[in-house]
């Protein structure tokens, strides 16, 4: 998915149960994984472990596309007793 930041826009601390990549399309972010903030400018790939903590700020604006595989997690909300999101159980 794509995500527009806007000047001042933060995705505060989060985790999803997918692993996630993070491409900076457009303009600049800072990124905080484990109390370690890292600038990250157009052209750069993050990556985050399922349940890794982290944030997304841009102070001037940005586009990122966001990346999560597999889809639903394991333990994702979508996901239920023995039935994935794609289909019946068995098939997902």
Do not use: N
């Not at 993050?46 to 595989?69: M, W």
């Amino acid at each position: 998915m794509l995500i527009a930041l806007q000047a001042g826009q933060e995705l505060g601390q989060h985790e999803v149960k997918e692993r996630a990549w993070l491409l900076v399309v457009e303009g600049e972010v800072q990124i905080e994984v484990s109390g370690q903030s890292q600038v990250a400018r157009a052209g750069t790939l993050a990556t985050f472990a399922p349940e890794e903590r982290h944030s997304v700020r841009s102070d001037e604006g940005a586009r990122v596309l966001l990346l999560l595989a597999p889809w639903p997690g394991e333990g994702h909300f979508r996901t239920v007793a023995g039935a994935s999101a794609g289909g019946p159980a068995g098939e997902g």
